[in-house]
């Protein structure tokens, strides 16, 4: 079964600073995709960010940047220079290519930026 | 522009009711996915379905079913709604194994 693990239920960080919000996974079919999104307020869901299984270099969007540690089943998001308009739930999820497409998500971190 | 719409943006349903949930994309996505959000818990998956017809269970299914007739619908069909069936229901669907966008929400309300 696959699993996603959020461990940091709440974060602050001050604004212009950097911060990094943990995800690790559990899986054992090679291929796979991780995506983080962004859930402000309003509720809608913004995707971020993507970084698949065979991909040898760290994925980066803008301020976003995903560390991907692959041997230890880690897929951090690290957003440099946070802005007040980063406060928000972040998820993080896998998807297993071999499992029909399957989409799975962890728990959640809220960010909370200060200024 | 990418759009997966929801049927309701609220809802309000009594005990033992049978509610319907639906969503339509206008993306010719082929994957399609209902998840209920609750404080604490992140996104869970009730249902996904990857083609027309066809289901697989996520990891909540009980108390849930789904329907998919056609491509850009997908339906979640509570059979006796129960109080502890309350919650955020989002849907969303992907092009194969891309990212997944959104619908914006149903809260649904079960008394």
């Known amino acids: 079964a696959q699993k996603i693990t959020q461990t940091q239920p709440g974060m602050f960080v001050q604004e212009k600073e950097a911060v990094t919000l943990d995800c690790t996974y559990d899986?054992?079919?090679?291929?796979?995709?991780l995506f983080w999104y962004k859930q402000p307020s309003s509720g809608e869901m913004i995707f971020l960010i993507y970084q698949g299984s065979y991909d040898q270099q760290n994925a980066t969007e803008g301020r976003y940047s995903l560390n991907f540690q692959k041997a230890r089943k880690s897929a951090n998001l690290v957003i440099s220079a946070s802005q007040l308009g980063d406060s928000a739930m972040y998820f993080c999820?896998?998807?297993?290519?071999?499992?029909?497409?399957?989409?799975?998500f962890g728990g959640g971190t809220r960010l909370m930026v200060k200024p | 522009d990418v759009k997966v719409t929801q049927s309701s943006r609220y809802l309000v349903k009594r005990t033992g009711e049978k509610v319907f949930l639906e969503c339509v994309q206008d993306?010719?996505?082929?994957?399609m996915f209902w998840y209920r959000q609750d404080p604490g818990l992140g996104l869970r998956l009730i249902y996904f379905?990857?083609?027309?017809?066809?289901?697989e269970k996520g990891d909540i299914p009980e108390g849930y079913s789904v329907s998919r007739e056609k491509k850009e619908r997908f339906s979640l069909i509570l059979e006796s709604a129960s109080t502890n069936q309350t919650s955020m229901y989002l849907c969303?669907?992907?092009?194969?194994?891309?990212?997944?966008?959104f619908g914006q929400g149903t809260r649904l309300t079960v008394v």
């Open positions: 969303a669907s992907s092009l194969y194994r891309n990212e997944a966008f």
């Open positions: 899986t054992s079919d090679p291929s796979y995709g």
């Open positions: 379905s990857y083609d027309v017809k066809m289901k």
């Open positions: 999820a896998m998807r297993v290519n071999n499992a029909g497409n399957m989409l799975t």
């Open positions: 993306m010719d996505h082929e994957n």
